[in-house]
């Protein structure tokens, strides 16, 4: 079946410091990923769209700057968080999809000190 | 503009009764409707979908959904619930790979 793994599931930063999450599809080709941010008690965001070989699309109120992501292959995409502010944090959900539909990892949860 | 739609914040119920959770949608051209639930403290799980054909669809758990196309929704339903269903659910709408969130709906089952 199709999986997607992200990690870490859980992380803790300094506020002002930076930190990576990472997806991992399994059993179907990640030809999309979509990064999404819930931050606390809201709905998810979502930050951008990474299609393999097409520019990375960021929404409004996020940035590459901020938010800088790699897709390199079909089964890998990560994300950073740069600068991490309490407002940064929250639950930030990858979601690689195939030709069909988005498939959903647990999420990285980030919180800010 | 895309948008999903979920009227209540809060629905409270017992141990067996039946509920309904509310998705309205806006969206041009063909659609993906999906429902989901994130336990407290987890990510998103996924429960069913809907994209053409019969317009119920059944899902995990003992979970449906019916797409109305006339009323532009696609409501959750499931005919006795238990305490476990406790959660968060987000209904979600889809063009391509973008996916729009509803705001969620918690379903609280009291024992």
């Known amino acids: 079946g199709a999986l997607v793994y992200q990690y870490p599931r859980r992380t803790i930063c300094k506020s002002g410091t930076s930190m990576r999450m990472e997806c991992q599809a399994v059993?179907?080709?990640?030809?999309?990923v979509a990064w999404y941010r819930q931050s606390p008690q809201k709905t998810f965001e979502l930050i951008a769209l990474?299609?393999?070989?097409?520019?990375?699309?960021?929404e409004q109120n996020f940035t590459q700057e901020k938010f800088p992501i790699s897709h390199p292959n079909l089964s890998f995409s990560s994300m950073t968080v740069l600068n991490a502010y309490l407002e940064d944090r929250g639950l930030y959900l990858c979601?690689?999809?195939?030709?069909?539909?988005?498939?959903f990892g647990h999420g990285t949860k980030l919180s800010v000190l | 503009t895309q948008t999903v739609s979920q009227s209540d914040a809060h629905v409270t119920v017992f141990e067996g009764d039946s509920v309904e959770l509310r998705c309205n949608y806006s969206?041009?051209?063909?659609?993906?409707l999906s429902w989901y639930i994130q336990h407290h403290g987890h990510g998103l799980q996924f429960l069913l979908k809907?994209?053409?054909?019969?317009?119920v669809v059944q899902g995990v758990n003992g979970f449906e959904a019916e797409f109305s196309k006339s009323d532009s929704s696609f409501h959750l339903r499931k005919a006795s619930v238990h305490w476990s269903d406790s959660a968060v659910y987000f209904c979600?709408?889809?063009?391509?790979?973008?996916?729009?969130f509803g705001s969620g709906t918690r379903l609280l089952v009291s024992p």
């Open positions: 979601g690689a999809g195939d030709n069909e539909r988005l498939f």
């Open positions: 059993g179907f080709q990640a030809t999309s």
């Open positions: 990474s299609t393999v070989n097409s520019a990375i699309k960021y």
């Open positions: 969206y041009g051209g063909s659609i993906y």
């Open positions: 809907y994209y053409s054909g019969n317009p």
């Open positions: 979600a709408a889809s063009g391509g790979y973008k996916v729009v």
